[in-house]
């Protein structure tokens, strides 16, 4: 790690005018930033903590919507009630990234905005079609990934909290790459007001909806519709624990098996 | 019987040491500090291989807070690390033993070679200055797999090792095997690759090394295995310093599994850069670093057959085996493949003939070394995955076709080269059966298939020699180092002991196993003993910890250093009782005149022996300390059957370990607890390397491409069924303890029963082969390329 200042916001605006005057980076939970810090292979001069900025922090019922503070832990979201309660699909899903410490610090909105192409929150938004509210704005989550670690924010923009529409019913299955337990490849099967929306994440350079299962799920909700979906290799990522052609293949099983668990 | 009452041998007591392990209060090395201490750290290379054009040290030296820098240009005097152990190959020539620097000279030939020492006031400063460090490198072409590595035209890594060979070595009568395969029923053949290993000991290693001006002496704390050998190799073979000079102190080790027996170039450096700084240095690899720098494991590609009658007896086995020396000869590498590995290909079998040749070669890659099991699990899995495959091909049993085989007459020479003292292979492979329900097998398969996934069982009956071994029949192979252990037995003035071990505890709880054994033969409260170790300047001499030698031979010199106490108590207790020597019997802690109730306690003889008042000092020296060494007359030979029964998805390939039982004979056992715990542990491992674990160098660029847990699978405990343990015993005939080791066999039984396993399950959609690690991606493409 090299050396670095370290500012903490107490508002939203006071972080905002710290990122600014700074030049430095935003620190949410930390869990990839410090890692990298650590590894020497991120140098920022500077980082403004948002852990103490009120309007970052909740989880609350609206309407037909849960909205989640963009520093909620991803143990608070697993252990939250109205989550629980609300979108079951969601609470699992942050149960299972990483391990107790991971989830005991790293955030919602700093998953995001990371937007790690083997991160599980992104395949949430995507699929369940909720929308990122910013210092600045309202993205929906179809025009928010953008690419490898490429999001929709501008310069010194902050995510301040996600609305998530209740499904109608949804699950999230993760197949764990064996050595980090990222998603080598993870499906979120949702039914929404929208239709059926299916995203995934770890088989490519970042989040997508793979359409061909909307279509097919949209017409039938089971494993066979599913299974029946053969998924095209080229595009998808290719390393030392799976082939394209192995996570294309992937895909459709464990969108099947996201129906099943979706009841 | 309580934890701290007499008697305690064969019990389960709770681990003195750890409380502290517990509780975070365990000294390892990164817990020591001293006073004006600098931080070092290592440039490495990262290229694979690279002539070293120029250094330049100038901006580095003039960064913040720098003491010092050191590349090998500046070690001269500085001899290279030796390796200990010289193989003779089959054209009569010593191996080629290339020149291993401490730090490199005019090249690299591994991604993590260490290029240069820097030495600041603080860690970060330390960093800072290396990253200023300009080595201009010429790039060469890189080798990374060890049979590609004697193609012609693969690049050339040694001068000294032409061809990149280290040496072509073989065991056994090759004119009987060609014999017997001439008039075979049935030959079974195989081709295996057992896969390299990261050792990933959770201390990483660790240093620090000081240099005392008005003694002229060095102190090095270091995260080690076996800190006499780690003096020894240091003074005597690299950096020519009397012994008497160098204090090298293993405190609380965090692991080793085999990489820390060896001496690495690292704190060599810094022992001879403590004097000329005259300072503390202080050095912790980080994991990265671990990753690249600690000597690997495994790295074998093998061809074996075997060759039966009609009924499934074996008749000979033929094995070729390439094994990856690394860069470098590490300091016991060059008999991992050889003497450990080529000598167990008998097994728990009489195969009568046996002919193995192992060709070694140099890559640019870490070098590799014993990693737990060493050469045992390797053996173990050509033998057990072989004879699967002959059940398979004869359409035996798996059960059956090893009973037909097994060896039932001891001691029984085998025809490569050792002789089994003892052992029963039909208990530990009956008791294996019932504590698995074999009998219930066919049932949970059938369930299985309702369910769509696909079982199997798989079976490896295992064999190890442990103790390493006798020092003459070692030296006669090729050692360059003496294998007895040594163990001093204090006995102070209250009858409380203090126990000196050779042996170093890393994990493997000596401080009670050995204290058991004080107490029991004592017949003392196992309160009163404490277990030093891991100090030249305190124990008189010691060969470590490997090999699981600790219990059988370093045990056993406690056992003798006992004897001697026990023997000079008695010429004590004689006079004080006035009754002749020969009438003193010694047992349950008192020595009593035989046949009558006069008697003495224990701490009455020591308190005799430092109080000598009424004491025989025209005869017998007061006093009651007592040292001895032990070296052993054989290997022991642990063994037993593991079976393990899997369950895959073959929609995603995942094999899941449903049940894993191993029946082991590791003779007579102390602490059974810590027997068990020592089974988990190694079978851990063994399902990690058989699922799981992968040491991938990219083969053009030579990188390592798992250099983190990112990519580096290691075994998680969600990974893992609850194991079924049991034993059974024959106790070792040549040790008082009858004890043969148990710190390796579940590393080197489970890859092999895992393995089975997994080809038992996949025969049902006709794959035929798949290597370690089968994970997921691997199974699924093995039944996708079966299927087309």
């Given at each position: 790690m090299y050396s670095f200042d370290m ?12 990122l600014?005057?700074s030049g430095g980076k935003a620190l949410a939970g930390g869990q990839s930033l410090i890692a990298a810090m650590k590894l020497r292979l991120a140098q920022p001069g500077a980082l403004v903590d948002l ?46 990234i990483g391990d107790?410490q991971v989830?005991?610090m790293g955030t919602?909105g700093g998953a995001l905005a990371n937007n790690d192409p083997a991160a599980?929150y ?26 490898m670690y490429e999001t929709?924010l ?25 050595a980090s337990r990222f ?22 350079s ?58 | ?45 990262p ?76 860690l970060h400063?330390?960093k800072d200055?290396?990253e ?154 980080d994991r990265s670093e671990?990753f ?415 250099g983190s847990y990112m990519d ?77």
């Amino acid at each position: 790690m090299y050396s670095f200042d370290m500012h903490k916001a107490t508002s939203l605006d006071n972080a905002a005018a710290l990122l600014a005057q700074s030049g430095g980076k935003a620190l949410a939970g930390g869990q990839s930033l410090i890692a990298a810090m650590k590894l020497r292979l991120a140098q920022p001069g500077a980082l403004v903590d948002l852990s103490a900025v009120p309007e970052m922090k909740g989880i609350r019922k609206e309407g037909d919507a849960i909205v989640i503070g963009a520093m909620t832990r991803h143990a608070e979201v697993a252990s939250s009630k109205v989550v629980k309660d609300a979108i079951p699909s969601l609470a699992a899903l942050a149960e299972g990234i990483g391990d107790r410490q991971v989830r005991n610090m790293g955030t919602l909105g700093g998953a995001l905005a990371n937007n790690d192409p083997a991160a599980c929150y992104p395949a949430a938004v995507l699929a369940l079609n909720a929308t990122v509210h910013t210092n600045k704005r309202q993205i929906a989550a179809d025009a928010f990934f953008k690419g490898m670690y490429e999001t929709a924010l501008a310069d010194g923009e902050l995510i301040t909290s996600v609305s998530f529409p209740i499904p109608k019913k949804a699950a999230y299955v993760k197949f764990v790459q064996p050595a980090s337990r990222f998603a080598l490849v993870g499906v979120f099967v949702a039914q929404t007001g929208s239709g059926v929306r299916v995203a995934v994440t770890g088989a490519a350079s970042s989040v997508f909806r793979a359409k061909a299962l909307e279509d097919a799920l949209g017409k039938a909700f089971n494993n066979d519709a599913a299974r029946a979906v053969k998924m095209e290799a080229s595009g998808l990522n290719s390393d030392l624990h799976g082939s394209a052609a192995y996570r294309a293949h992937l895909i459709p099983v464990l969108a099947g098996r996201a129906v099943l668990a979706a009841g | 019987m309580g934890a701290n009452e007499p008697g305690v041998i064969g019990q389960s007591v709770r681990r003195k040491e750890d409380l502290r392990f517990i509780t975070g209060a365990g000294q390892f090395t990164d817990d020591v500090n001293m006073v004006r201490q600098t931080q070092g750290v290592f440039l490495r290379s990262p290229h694979a291989h690279a002539t070293i054009r120029s250094i330049d040290l100038a901006k580095a030296k003039a960064a913040p807070g720098v003491v010092a820098i050191f590349t090998g240009a500046d070690l001269t005097g500085v001899n290279g690390l030796p390796c200990g152990w010289l193989i003779t190959g089959t054209d009569g020539k010593p191996m080629n033993e290339p020149p291993h620097p401490v730090l490199a000279q005019g090249k690299v030939r591994y991604v993590g070679d260490q290029v240069a020492l820097v030495i600041a006031e603080t860690l970060h400063q330390a960093k800072d200055a290396a990253e200023l460090i300009d080595v201009d490198y010429e790039v060469l072409p890189a080798v990374v797999n060890c049979v590609d590595a004697l193609k012609p035209g693969a690049p050339q890594i040694h001068e000294q090792a032409p061809g990149n060979k280290c040496y072509t070595w073989a065991l056994g009568d090759k004119a009987a095997v060609d014999a017997a395969f001439a008039k075979a029923a049935h030959i079974s053949k195989l081709d295996i690759v057992n896969n390299r290993l990261v050792p990933n000991a959770i201390e990483p290693r660790c240093a620090l090394a000081s240099y005392d001006r008005a003694a002229d002496s060095y102190t090095l704390y270091v995260s080690n295995q076996n800190p006499h050998v780690e003096r020894l190799l240091m003074t005597a073979f690299v950096l020519g310093l009397p012994e008497t000079k160098v204090r090298v102190i293993a405190p609380d080790v965090g692991g080793g599994f085999g990489s820390k027996i060896y001496l690495y170039g690292e704190e060599t450096a810094m022992v001879w850069a403590s004097k000329r700084v005259n300072r503390p240095i202080k050095w912790a690899a980080d994991r990265s670093e671990a990753f690249v720098s600690d000597a690997h494991g495994r790295d074998h590609v093998t061809h074996a057959e075997l060759a039966m009658d009609k009924d499934g007896k074996f008749l000979a086995l033929r094995v070729v085996t390439n094994a990856n020396m690394g860069a470098y000869l590490s300091t016991f590498a060059s008999c991992i493949p050889t003497i450990l590995y080529a000598t167990l290909l008998a097994g728990q079998y009489t195969t009568p003939a046996i002919y193995v040749e192992v060709t070694a070669s140099f890559t640019n890659t870490a070098p590799v070394d014993a990693y737990r099991g060493a050469g045992r699990p390797e053996a173990t899995f050509v033998v057990e995955r072989m004879v699967h495959q002959a059940a398979v091909d004869m359409k035996l049993p798996q059960d059956e076709i090893r009973r037909r085989n097994f060896i039932r007459t001891f001691p029984y020479a085998t025809p490569v080269a050792l002789t089994y003292d003892i052992g029963n292979y039909d208990a530990t492979l009956d008791g294996a059966n019932e504590l698995a329900d074999v009998k219930g097998y066919a049932a949970r398969k059938a369930d299985s298939e309702k369910r769509g996934k696909l079982r199997g069982i798989g079976y490896a009956s295992y064999i190890e020699a442990c103790g390493l071994a006798p020092s003459n029949v070692a030296g006669a192979l090729g050692a360059r180092a003496g294998l007895f252990e040594a163990g001093e037995v204090r006995v102070n003035p209250t009858g409380s002991v203090t126990v000196f071990t050779g042996s170093h505890s890393h994990g493997q709880g000596h401080e009670t196993t050995f204290a058991q054994i004080v107490a029991g033969r004592l017949g003392i409260d196992i309160a009163n003993v404490e277990v030093v170790h891991g100090d030249t300047g305190r124990i008189p001499f010691g060969m470590g910890t490997y090999g699981s030698r600790s219990l059988s031979v370093g045990g056993t010199a406690i056992v003798k250093a006992l004897d001697k106490v026990i023997a000079k108590g008695k010429k004590i207790a004689a006079h004080l009782l006035e009754a002749a020597e020969g009438d003193i019997e010694f047992k349950d802690g008192k020595f009593t005149v035989a046949g009558t109730d006069r008697s003495k306690a224990f701490a009455e003889i020591s308190l005799a022996a430092y109080v000598p008042h009424n004491y025989p000092l025209d005869k017998l020296e007061p006093g009651l300390d007592e040292t001895a060494f032990y070296d052993p007359t054989n290997f022991t030979y642990p063994a037993g059957t593991h079976i393990a029964e899997v369950e895959i998805d073959p929609d995603t390939g995942v094999v899941e370990v449903k049940a894993f039982t191993a029946v082991d004979d590791f003779g007579n056992i102390i602490n059974p607890m810590i027997v068990e715990g020592q089974v988990h542990g190694g079978v851990a491992q063994g399902i990690g390397q058989a699922l799981l674990e992968h040491c991938v160098y990219d083969p053009e660029s030579g990188q390592l491409l798992t250099g983190s847990y990112m990519d580096y699978a290691m075994p998680r405990a969600d990974d893992l069924p609850s194991f079924k343990v049991g034993t059974r015993v024959t106790p070792c005939t040549h040790n008082p303890l009858g004890a043969k080791g148990c710190g390796e066999a579940g590393a080197i039984g489970a890859p092999a029963a895992i393995m089975n396993a997994v080809h038992d399950a996949l025969s049902a959609v006709g794959v035929t082969r798949i290597d370690m690690p089968a994970s997921p991606h691997r199974v699924w493409q093995a039944i996708q390329s079966a299927r087309a």
